[in-house]
Each structure stands twice: as C-alpha cells, then as structure tokens.
C-alpha cells in the first residue's frame, strides 16, 4: 500500500499510466483489460447513467445508435448492449479506440448482438460523415490535453444527434484513498492499482472541468467521485429535463 498521501492541489498533467505507454507489458495490460469490468462496476456508475440518462431517452424511440469513444477492454458497451436488450431496446452500438491493443482485446471476446468494435479516431468518423443519437466516454477525458479535449467535444457536437454523455473521474483526497485501500492487495500482474491511482491526480474536479467546458454543454456530479460532461443540458431534452 501506498505510504504517503500525494499533493491533489493540481491535476498531475505530466504523470502517465503505464498502459499508455508503448512499451507497456503485453500480460499486464492484457490482465488489466480483462478486469476492467469489476472497476468499471465499481466506481464508473454507468448502470445508474443508464437508468437516469439513456434509458428513457432510448424508450421514447424504442432504441437507437450509440457511440462509445475511446472503449478501452470494451466492458461499457457490452453491459450497455446487455441492458438495452434486456429493457427490449434495439441498440446499435460503435465501439472505438485507437488503441490496437485495446482493440485486439475487445474484439477477441465473445460477440455481443447489435455491438460493433472499430480501431478508429472520433475525427474518423466525423470525416466519414457518421452520426450517432449518443456518443459517450468513460474515464477518458483525464488522458487528453486541453488541445485533445476541445477536439473530442467538438468532434461529439458533430457525431451525435440527441445526446452526449463523457463520464470521468473527480479527482479528490477520498477517491484516492479508498481506491488506494480497495484494490490492496487485489489485481497483482496487472496495471490497475497503479494506473487507477494516477487517472485520480490526473483528473479533473467538477470547478475544473467547468473552466474548461464550452458553452452549450452543462457539468453534472455525482458523489462519491464522478463527474459528467453532457450536452446539450439536460433541460433541453424533455426525457431527462428531470434531472437537470
């Protein structure tokens, strides 16, 4: 377990996650894509996005198409294509990363009915001319430079059509320490204790994310440690005026 508690005054822009890099282990990072699903479960919080934001937008039409940018071991979307079945949806989901390995990892696994993985950028698919009724992320938008992270809400402005849901994590004192306290001793071979702790000094707090959020789009936190980028504000779309 770590010993000292690190400054969290500053998002650490600098540090880097060890599967980030290109000569990350090929054992740990294909061990730390398999348990992906069991943090996702954990902290990301899509089963409640799912009830309170995509649910009832996706039951006025009967389903729709979704887009998940940067899909990592592609967990996300297959829990969303396993609960849009269930709800009796039809989902048609893109799944993309750019990531070759991450790409190999998802597509070797079972097919999912109505989900697709591609290794591709959002620009190419704004250059394909592609559309999408959501476009959503998951823990990405700590990984992007200010210069990356104005390109990928610009490039979800021009894919989706009804809406757009980039999920992260909010960086603070109490999500660092108990993912630190969580996941001691468990998940050894992989990088996700390590990488989990530094994707928290990376990422944003809510007043943070809100300096650099154009106009247009609208911050939704939900405790313990998630923060939303949605767009356009839930106001303006009757299905999910609720929760604005």
Not at 70 to 99: H, M, Y
Not at 114 to 135: C, I, K, M, N, W
Not at 182 to 196: C, M, N, V
Request: proline fraction near 7%; charged fraction near 25%; hydrophobic fraction near 40%.
């Amino acid at each position: 377990m770590t010993g000292v508690l690190p400054s969290l005054a500053e998002r650490a822009v600098d540090a880097v996650e060890e599967m980030d890099r290109p000569d990350a282990d090929p054992r740990q990072l294909e061990r730390t894509y398999a348990r992906f699903w069991l943090i996702n479960a954990v902290v990301s919080g899509w089963r409640r996005n799912y009830v309170r934001y995509l649910r009832p937008l996706f039951r006025e039409s009967g389903g729709g198409s979704l887009l998940d940018i940067g899909s990592g071991g592609g967990d996300v979307p297959r829990c969303l294509a396993r609960w849009a079945r269930r709800d009796g949806f039809a989902l048609d989901i893109t799944a993309i990363d750019p990531d070759p390995r991450a790409h190999a990892f998802a597509s070797a696994r079972p097919p999912v009915p109505g989900l697709t993985y591609r290794q591709a950028f959002s620009s190419d698919l704004v250059a394909e001319g592609r559309s999408y009724d959501v476009v959503i992320s998951n823990h990405m938008l700590h990984h992007l430079g200010a210069g990356e992270l104005e390109a990928l809400l610009a490039d979800s402005e021009k894919l989706a059509t009804r809406l757009i849901l980039h999920s992260d994590i909010e960086r603070s004192r109490w999500a660092y320490v108990l993912f630190s306290v969580g996941t001691w001793p468990f998940f050894p071979g992989s990088f996700i204790r390590r990488d989990g702790l530094t994707s928290i000094r990376r990422s944003f707090t809510a007043a943070e994310l809100a300096e650099v959020t154009p106009a247009g789009w609208q911050g939704v936190q939900h405790r313990p440690w998630q923060n939303l980028l949605v767009h356009p504000p839930l106001s303006r779309i009757p299905a999910l005026a609720r929760e604005s």
